[in-house]
């Protein structure tokens, strides 16, 4: 999944012990009903929450950068 999510430009995932429910959850909903929107969902939201991170620590490290240049 992390070599399809990497080729078409998104972000590897990782996901969490406590998250494998919803995750199974989700694929049984597509294996069940061919509904793919729950598994969609879920992998949209560990995106979301991979960006925000990387966002954040990139904010941070500018912050430190900025500070270290002015003394």
Do not use: C, W
């Amino acid at each position: 999944m992390n070599y399809q999510l990497m080729v078409h430009g998104f972000l590897p995932i990782s996901i969490a012990k406590e998250s494998r429910l919803e995750y199974f959850e989700a694929l049984e909903s597509y294996a069940v009903d061919a509904d793919l929107k729950p598994f969609v969902d879920f992998i949209v939201a560990l995106e979301e929450q991979r960006l925000t991170s990387i966002l954040e620590q990139l904010s941070n490290s500018s912050k430190i950068h900025n500070r270290s240049e002015h003394g």
